[in-house]
């Protein structure tokens, strides 16, 4: 694949997930079926929330932000992989090098954080139900999705600040298919500890929500276990089961990647980087309403009316 000859000098070079062509071919196919199942099982359940009445509720709408967030979050990457791939090209402009990463931290702080919020709305509906109405009002509601994003943009903009003002000497190459933070301190020939140390406070940020997620679930299985239903336990274990197993997947891929020196960094990286870039937006959706039965009888209704009209 050509890498600079059409590119100008100012372009970086995406080198992709492996930098191997067939492995490149692999993950392009990959991607192209990741994405528009990502956009069509996000949207649907979107659309499903909207349209039934039954689903106008906080668990409801904090699932509807979630599938929008992910929407926004694959969109930063994956259609620059698959263009650049069918243009048999490799380039991206610094400004889209920075918007992208703009884009991938604030969007992947919200993810984290309306996760965290799911987790609590959970977690009030089951240990304290009689209060669950007042708790989460129509109004905090709000406030926790207005306050996820306004973490998300205001962990994102001095990263993107900081980066801005870095030189790149010549290095332009990105060992990943995206112009990722670590990546790019890599690159630079500045002085760099300043913002590896943000970069480790960022990661902290964005990691603050999974403590109240294990808070959360720790709540709602004491409270499960407290009445003992052999079938409200094994429910509650199947449900949040899945739900932890994506969260962990979400965190642990994100930690295992920034939370460690940079010099560690290599281009196998990238390929874990495809976990929660490309895996957990494509798997929310399925994990958070597949299981459930409201959700399910929304989405047939959905149909039905499509059909008929
Ligand atoms: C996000 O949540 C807010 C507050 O609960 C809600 O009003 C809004 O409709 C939700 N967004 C989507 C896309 O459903």
């Not at 020939?189 to 109240?212: A, H, Q, R, T, W």
């Not at 079938?231 to 949040?240: E, L, M, Q």
């Amino acid at each position: 694949m050509r890498e600079d000859n059409q590119s100008s000098n100012m372009d970086f070079i995406l080198l992709g997930v492996t930098g191997q062509q067939e492995q490149e071919d692999f993950f392009f196919i990959l991607f192209l079926f990741i994405y528009p199942i990502t956009l069509i099982g996000n949207l649907l359940i979107i659309l499903a929330i909207r349209s039934d009445i039954r689903l106008h509720n906080p668990m409801y709408f904090l699932l509807a932000n979630l599938s929008f967030v992910d929407i926004c979050f694959s969109s930063v990457t994956l259609p620059k992989m698959l263009t650049n791939h069918l243009l048999d090209t490799k380039a991206i402009s610094f400004e889209g090098c920075l918007t992208q990463m703009y884009f991938m931290i604030g969007m992947a702080n919200i993810d984290s954080y309306i996760l965290a919020a799911m987790a609590y709305d959970r977690a009030v509906a089951i240990s304290r139900p009689l209060h669950y109405t007042t708790i989460m009002s129509p109004l905090f509601c709000v406030l926790l999705v207005v306050g996820s994003w306004v973490v998300g943009n205001a962990n994102a903009l001095p990263h993107t600040l900081l980066t801005a003002q870095l030189s790149f000497c010549g290095n332009q190459r990105v060992v990943n298919f995206y112009c990722d933070m670590a990546s790019l301190f890599k690159l630079s020939c500045s002085e760099i500890s300043f913002n590896v140390k943000m970069m480790y406070l960022g990661v902290g940020v964005f990691s603050l929500p999974l403590l109240c997620i294990i808070i959360s679930y720790v709540r709602v299985f004491s409270t499960v276990l407290r009445v003992p239903s052999t079938k409200g336990v094994f429910k509650a274990f199947s449900t949040c089961g899945s739900h932890l197993t994506v969260v962990s997947l979400y965190y642990g891929t994100v930690m295992g990647m920034y939370f460690r020196p940079l010099t560690s960094y290599s281009l196998k990286d990238a390929v874990i980087t495809v976990m929660y870039i490309a895996v957990t937006p494509m798997l929310n959706p399925f994990v958070y309403s597949l299981r459930n039965r409201d959700m399910k009888a929304a989405l047939g209704k959905l149909f039905s009316k499509r059909i008929s009209s």
